[in-house]
């Protein structure tokens, strides 16, 4: 099992350009979702997915897009990337044990820099 | 609303001192969850620990201890005997019952353990 696997690790972008986070988890987890990591603002959710085809917002949900189409794959989208949008972004994943949900299986993370 | 308060944001001490992170959460649901999670320097994020909300029994695993007061709203952690690999962010987290996916993040303590 490789877990929960995040491409790319860095990018940079420039303002206005779009691009995909790519997150990948090889565990048959029904949950997943997405965080961005800012220098004293611990995670937040971004956008987080009960299963294949249900996606919902999080907490800082604008500029970025989800879809999910398989269990496996929860790719984050960046419209039109912003300065603000430079963080660390995670993905995580999670299933149901039959008696308890587990505790969420986080990625490496992904740096991204927008200019 | 939910809210986990980490108000220790960097702690520093010198090995082999004990150590007590604080956590202090809000939430209106009677029955959730808690976590503590470790980042390293490295950048993962490595899973401590899971306290359900009816389980107010205190845990010890090796040197690292928790105690969960659900009266005073508190999850605190103490590493006995700190070492120079202990250094990392601590993050302290709260989920719903029935999506632990979806986590509030505290905004995390920094701790230093110096040689």
């Known amino acids: 099992n490789a877990g929960v696997t995040q491409t790319p690790k860095f990018q940079v972008l420039k303002t206005g350009q779009s691009m995909t986070l790519q997150c990948a988890q090889d565990m048959n987890h029904e949950y997943m979702s997405w965080y961005r990591q800012d220098p004293g603002m611990g995670l937040r959710l971004i956008h987080y997915s009960v299963g294949a085809g249900i996606t919902d917002q999080g907490e800082v949900p604008n500029g970025y897009n989800v879809s999910r189409s398989t269990t496996e794959d929860f790719p984050l989208r960046l419209l039109s990337a912003a300065p603000s949008q430079t963080s660390v972004y995670f993905c995580a994943s999670s299933y149901y044990s039959g008696q308890a949900y587990t505790e969420a299986f986080f990625g490496q993370g992904t740096r991204l820099t927008v200019v | 609303a939910q809210k986990v308060t980490q108000a220790q944001t960097e702690i520093s001490v010198v090995e082999k001192e004990d150590v007590t992170l604080d956590c202090v959460y809000e939430?209106?649901?009677?029955?959730?969850?808690l976590f503590w999670y470790k980042q390293p320097p490295s950048g993962e994020l490595v899973f401590l620990i899971r306290?359900?909300?009816?389980?107010?029994q205190n845990e010890i695993s090796g040197r690292y201890s928790w105690n969960f007061q659900k009266s005073t709203s508190s999850f605190n952690f103490t590493i006995t005997a700190s070492q120079v690999v202990d250094s990392a962010v601590y993050f302290c987290a709260l989920s719903e019952v029935y999506n632990t996916d979806k986590l509030i993040f505290g905004t995390g303590t920094r701790l230093q353990v110096f040689p």
């Open positions: 939430t209106r649901d009677t029955t959730y969850y």
């Open positions: 306290r359900n909300s009816f389980d107010e």
